[in-house]
């Protein structure tokens, strides 16, 4: 027999064999479980699956996959700390954005306590400008993550990246100093 068996001591034979047969057939069937529960190996088609596994409040098969890969690979870990200044910060990265947090005792003067502000530095993904959707999303998945009795602003903020180019020429030329006197008048 390969593997435990559960059949109790006064099994007869063939329950016994039956056990056997069934751990030979069911040992047989290649089910590669390891990349289904990883987040970067995992068929694009799964994710979602993984994701409500994961309890990931909130999916959207619009986003990139690099933001649904990123979302379900930190689920484990936002789950621990969810309700902490690290459990926002980690939510806003998931979706690939850059954020500052300033919490009510950082203010000056300081704001109404439990309260603080974000500004939030977001791409959708692919490197271009979020639409609302996406922004409503981040929005609402820092509220599910934010600690319970706090409020908070948002501001968004666009990142842009541009080239500046710089060109020169030059061309070849002589230079020669030519003497020269003024006529003795």
């Not at 979302?71 to 459990?87: D, F, P």
């Not at 979706?95 to 109404?112: D, K």
């Not at 309260?115 to 599910?144: N, Q, R």
């Amino acid at each position: 027999m390969s593997g435990p068996t559960i059949l109790p001591p006064n099994a007869t034979p063939l329950e016994r064999a039956l056990d056997m047969l069934a751990a030979l057939r069911i040992g047989g069937i290649d089910t590669p479980l390891a990349p289904l529960w990883s987040a970067e190996d995992c068929p694009e088609e799964l994710l979602p699956w993984l994701a409500w596994s994961l309890s990931i409040d909130n999916w959207d098969s619009r986003w990139s996959l690099a933001v649904r890969r990123a979302r379900v690979a930190g689920a484990i870990a936002l789950q621990r700390r969810k309700g902490t200044r690290r459990s926002v910060e980690d939510v806003v990265r998931s979706f690939g954005g850059n954020i500052a947090i300033r919490e009510w005792w950082e203010e000056t003067p300081p704001a109404p306590p439990h309260t603080f502000a974000l500004s939030v530095s977001l791409t959708d993904g692919a490197g271009g400008v979020p639409d609302s959707e996406f922004v409503d999303a981040v929005i609402a998945e820092v509220s599910k993550s934010k600690p319970a009795r706090s409020h908070f602003t948002f501001a968004l903020s666009v990142t842009a990246r541009a080239r500046i180019g710089l060109r020169g020429s030059g061309r070849a030329a002589i230079y020669a100093r030519l003497p020269c006197r003024a006529a003795a008048a």
